[in-house]
């Protein structure tokens, strides 16, 4: 796995674990416990540098399957696809499973564009890859929901087909054991189209007291949140946010619902496994 250690990759590690597959994870950081090169337990680690490639033949040597995650908004995904999916090819990985995003091709949000150039980077040398294309996830605003406050830079009432992240990580794991189709792509929605002030409504309910939903300005985002940000990663999280408050992000529930083995996750099934 390319990027197993970010909060992506450790829950699709641990669904391929769940399933009986061997995991090895790739990591430019020696292990320290709680630190940045963490992987789940029962994962080994292979050292490697996605930008420079160096330790990337090794780390797919003998593998059956890989999975390719790129940090949220690099600037370089699509040379770092490229090069994976070339090194898969040359080292005999059976498949390839690249993590892209709902709406690839969504020219409002930079990010979202290299995810689509990377596609096309990565079909153009396997054409047998699985794409997968998951919307938000809904452990982004589970923190803040917990918290009592959920706080963002675009309007309260914009829709979101938010997704369980424990669900792609099911569908993922499913693509490495090799059953689903090869050159498949899957778009990974949540079940239910929800607004911020339904996902604070819901959550207090749940949690038993109040949950506050507040809307502040891309401004007041960018000398807050953002402050200690790369620019250019701020400037592509600042131009999604103004897509969402165009249109929200939303996506066809009907593909998960087919993979998964149960119903999907809603936001409220979350609430209630974290609020105990």
């Keep these: 796995m390319l990027g197993a250690t970010g909060k992506t990759g450790r829950a699709v590690a641990r669904a391929a674990l769940r399933r009986g597959l061997h995991v090895r994870g790739t990591s430019r950081h020696e292990a320290s416990p709680g630190g940045p090169g963490e992987l789940p337990d029962g994962a080994d680690r292979s050292l490697a540098d996605l930008l420079t490639g160096e330790g990337l033949v090794d780390a797919l040597r003998g593998a059956d399957a890989a999975y390719l995650i790129v940090p949220n908004v690099h600037p370089a995904e699509v040379d770092v696809v490229a090069r994976a999916a070339r090194v898969a090819e040359q080292v005999g990985v059976a498949r390839v499973v690249y993590h892209s995003v709902a709406d690839p091709d969504d020219a409002r949000m930079p990010h979202h564009v290299r995810k689509g150039r990377a596609e096309r980077e990565l079909r153009a040398v396997r054409p047998d890859a699985v794409v997968l294309r998951p919307c938000a996830y809904q452990q982004n605003l589970l923190a803040p929901a917990l918290d009592g406050r959920i706080e963002v830079p675009y309007r309260l009432d914009a829709p979101f087909s938010l997704v369980d992240l424990d669900d792609v990580a099911e569908v993922a794991a499913a693509a490495l054991a090799g059953e689903l189709e090869p050159g498949s ?23 038993g007291r109040p949950v506050t939903a507040a809307a502040t300005t891309v401004e007041e985002w960018r000398a807050g949140p953002g402050a200690g940000l790369d620019p250019g990663a701020a400037a592509d999280l600042e131009a999604m946010f103004r897509a969402y408050d165009g249109t929200g992000f939303t996506a066809d529930p009907q593909p998960l619902a087919r993979l998964l083995d149960r119903p999907p996750t809603t936001w409220t099934d979350l609430l209630r496994r974290h609020a105990r």
């Design 185 to 207: 792509t899957h778009v990974l929605a949540g079940p239910e189209d929800l607004t911020v002030a339904d996902l604070a409504e819901a959550a207090t309910r749940i949690v």
